[in-house]
Each structure stands twice: as structure tokens, then as C-alpha cells.
């Protein structure tokens, strides 16, 4: 049984690697990065976040996200804005001009998930889906133990961030 969850964790991780080279691929044929296409989802999602909370969501650190946002910016499809409460924090939303390709990330987001379930019958997705959703909240929690929350997880701990 130990063999299997072995071979679990190593399938699990060639899977998200895989997941990840066909999202790049699939990005540079936009003449974009996954990191880009990432942020791009995040703001439509969530609009105006700052550009420190957009690196704790991601997990970069703030110099890497605001040189993404820096070409994002360059190409009409982000645009900073001053924070009303806060002069040193920049507020990032989507132009109008992103949508098309905002659309486009989600066609190619639906056309890989479909690629990846293809052969997957409807109950072992559900089950699948049900583990994974299992996994995460377990190491959510394990995470959240050994770390400090943030002052922004503090002030916003009924907020979903991820």
C-alpha cells in the first residue's frame, strides 16, 4: 500500500508538470507566458487586486508580478491604478482590451481539461475530483500550521483567495 501512495504523489506530480508544459505551449502561441494567462484569470476574477496580493496568490515574488504586469501593461491589457486609500498601492484591472483574449485563455483552459479527462468516464472524474479536493484541504491545513498568516489573511480570513 505504501508502494501505491508513492507511485500516487509521483503521478500527481508528472500529471501537473505535463498540465503545465501543454498551458506554456499553448500560451506562446498567444505570445504569452502561463504566468501572464494566470494573472490575466485572476483579474478577471478578481479585479483590483494589488500587485502584493496577486504575488502571495501565485507564490512569485512582487518584482517578478510587477514585470509581468509591466508587458501586460505595455500591450493595452492591464492598467494600474492608484489605490483611494493608499498612494502606495497600485490597484490592477483588466482593460476592456483583454477580454477577447481573457476568452480565449478560457477556450484553451476548456480544450486542455478536456484533453486531460478525454477516456474518463463521469463517476471516476467525480471521484477523482473528490480525492485531489481531499488532498488539497489536507495540506492546506498542514500548511497553514507551520506557517505565520499574513496581516492580509488576518484582515481577510472569510475571504477566498485561491
Known amino acids: 500500500m505504501n508502494e501505491f501512495r508513492a507511485d500516487v504523489m509521483l503521478l500527481l506530480h508528472d500529471v501537473a508538470r505535463l498540465h503545465r508544459v501543454a498551458a506554456d505551449?499553448?500560451?506562446?502561441?498567444?505570445?504569452?507566458?502561463?504566468?501572464?494567462?494566470?494573472?490575466?484569470?485572476?483579474?478577471?476574477?478578481?479585479?483590483?487586486?494589488?500587485?502584493k496580493e496577486l504575488s502571495e496568490l501565485l507564490e512569485v515574488e512582487p518584482i517578478t508580478v510587477a514585470r509581468l504586469?509591466?508587458?501586460?501593461?505595455?500591450?493595452?491589457?492591464?492598467?494600474?491604478?492608484?489605490?483611494?486609500?493608499?498612494?502606495r498601492i497600485w490597484r490592477l484591472n483588466l482593460r476592456p482590451e483583454a477580454m477577447p483574449l481573457v476568452h480565449e485563455i478560457a477556450g484553451e483552459r476548456s480544450e486542455i481539461a478536456e484533453m486531460v479527462t478525454s477516456g474518463i468516464d463521469d463517476e471516476t472524474l467525480t471521484v477523482m475530483k473528490n480525492a485531489l479536493i481531499r488532498m488539497r484541504e489536507t495540506l492546506c491545513g498542514e500548511v497553514r500550521c507551520n506557517r505565520r498568516p499574513s496581516s492580509r489573511e488576518n484582515a481577510t480570513d472569510a475571504r477566498e483567495v485561491a
Open 25 to 51: 505551449k499553448r500560451a506562446r502561441m498567444h505570445d504569452m507566458t502561463r504566468a501572464q494567462w494566470v494573472m490575466m484569470l485572476r483579474l478577471h476574477r478578481q479585479p483590483g487586486m494589488s500587485q
Open 69 to 87: 504586469i509591466d508587458r501586460l501593461e505595455q500591450r493595452g491589457l492591464v492598467e494600474r491604478r492608484p489605490d483611494p486609500r493608499d498612494r
